[in-house]
């Protein structure tokens, strides 16, 4: 198929970098600053870019959109959704007519992010921030915090 030929000779430069991608994986519009590997099923979309700095994990079936810097030691559990824009609302218009709302992402550096967890557009997760499998994300997080809950609300600090 010429689907998976693409794929795979665009993995090769990044084979020599160090990135690791499984298969069934679809990555476009991504820069890695380092290495990486990425479990099979997740698709990686930069609209317009995604950077991924060094040392970063992505477990299985994760789906991120968006306008996206992620940080170094990175861990994001599997079925993760990481979404960088959604429709309008007015009245208006149709919803499947509605422009799309776009707001960047921010992920620091040394954070961890739960299974099954969505991150929506515009949030910041600081460096050292702990995200809890099941959160939703709506809202910044602060340096070393430990959110849970949907929406995510912080719990308690890293010591």
């Known amino acids: 198929m010429i689907t998976d030929a693409y794929f795979f000779l665009k993995k090769i430069p990044l084979l020599i970098k160090g990135v690791k991608i499984r298969d069934h994986c679809a990555f476009v519009r991504v820069k890695f600053l380092g290495k ?8 990686i979309i930069g609209d317009p870019e995604i950077i991924i700095g060094d040392t970063f994990y992505m477990n299985a079936g994760c789906h991120i959109l968006g306008n996206i810097v992620i940080g170094n030691d990175v861990q994001i559990g599997p079925k993760t959704v990481i979404w960088g824009r959604d429709h309008g609302i ?5 919803i499947r007519e509605q422009p799309h709302v776009k707001k ?56």
């Open 90 to 94: 007015s009245r208006d218009r149709l």
């Open 104 to 159: 960047a992402i921010h992920i620091g550096n040394d954070v961890w992010i739960g299974a099954n967890v969505t991150v929506l557009k515009g949030v910041t997760l600081g460096d050292g921030a702990i995200v809890g499998a099941g959160s939703v994300v709506t809202k910044d997080v602060p340096d070393y915090a430990v959110v849970v809950g949907n929406p995510a609300r912080i719990m308690r600090y890293r010591e």
């Open 36 to 43: 990486a590997r990425i479990e099979p099923y997740c698709r």
